[in-house]
């Protein structure tokens, strides 16, 4: 970075390139965008990253299902289109007016935060899968009956059943993939005028929005369904991205591939801030023509900003290389468990513990509450978090009543330990104040 800082200074990107750039762009084409992926449009932030991934994808879209004509790429009707997103409850894809439309309703979105939201889009409940009472268990939302599932159709042994690519012939497969079949086509038959343009989720863990672990099911057969009708697929792997989920790349979870993808946060290390929307050459090709007009017209001064991209070369080299990352299974590549199993189990029986997600990096525990204790707005956890904070040197972030450990990919699996059994300590004892 300080070889960055000397030698470039700030560098205005368009009709330049500068070697910290391509040798980041390099590394993320030959990682989070292997096998898929053939662009890289750099941003400063994973909601800028994601404004730029809707154009993306809203271009794409227009090519496709003839919104677009001809070489100058004329709109047939621009009065009489308006394009929208599919998207999860829950979902949380940034702070930017554009990123916030293409969420759910929340917390996020309300007129105090957002008096211009609309949410432009149809949003989906998806089922969720979580531990508790050691054994993970498929929560089902309102729209599936339950006695359509058998038992093992709903509780796992363990997270390596739930993403195993055996379930995608399963009952649950089918009653999946016919909501939202339906969904899709009733929304479709409602409005000639609105189109579903893209589909943006967060693959398999929904960060702000709660901590929820997706079923990653679900979520390969919402993309599925997308690819049959020809509507773009975003993942927004700001949170995501680079190991937090216990590999570099969450779709490597899911088994299915994104269209266009979003990185941020831990892709410089948390060092400085840069993020990259990545993408595939046909989208790449939906802005090719002879006018400027055409072309994608998003960037800022600090787009590929050198020492951002120096950072995100180092970052990425480090979290691979098993001599600087001690967590890294090379042959699998991916980390090594993080959490010990014996204690996520043991918080996953307390009585005041509703649901735990563990997964790579992160470590989340819902509280039991109820009415106002619960969701993002409470302060239930406040005593709790004071207490780990001040007594135990241990920082959490309190998402409302639920709280969560989130280590580094190089994080000492002892060091985990020690944390994860102090807040086992803690909440065992945990009696709020109101």
Known sequence: MGYAAARYGHVMFPENAHEPALRCAELLLGGVGKDWASRVYYSDNGSTAIEIALKMAFRKFSLDHGILVGSDKSITNERNIQLKVLALEGSYHGDTLGAMEAQAPSAYTSFLQQPWYSGRGLFLTPPTVFIRNETCTLS??????????SPGDKCFPSLAEVFCKTRD??????????YISQQLSEYSLFSNREHIAALIIEPVIQGAGGMHMIDPLFQRVLVQECRNRKIPVI???????????????????LGCLPDIACYAKLMTGGIVPLAATVTTEAVFEAFESNSKLTALLHGHSYTAHAMGCSAAVKAIQWFRDPSTNSNLDFDQMKLN??????????????????????????????????????????????????????EDDIYLRPLGNVIYLMCGPCTARDICTEQLSKVCCRISSFNPVH
């Open 140 to 149: 089902l939302p309102h729209w599936i009956q339950h006695g359509h599932l």
């Open 169 to 178: 012939s399963s009952s649950a497969a089918d009653l999946y993939s016919t």
């Open 235 to 253: 993942f927004d792997e700001v949170f995501t991205g680079f190991w937090r989920l216990g590999v570099e790349s969450a779709s490597e979870l």
């Open 337 to 390: 468990e993080l959490w010990d199993g014996t204690l996520v189990n043991q918080l996953s029986s307390l009585p005041n513990v509703r649901r735990v997600v563990s997964l790579g990096t992160l470590c989340a525990i819902e509280l039991m509450a109820e009415g106002s204790d619960a969701g993002y707005a409470s302060l239930y956890a406040r005593s709790l978090i004071q207490q780990l904070r001040e």
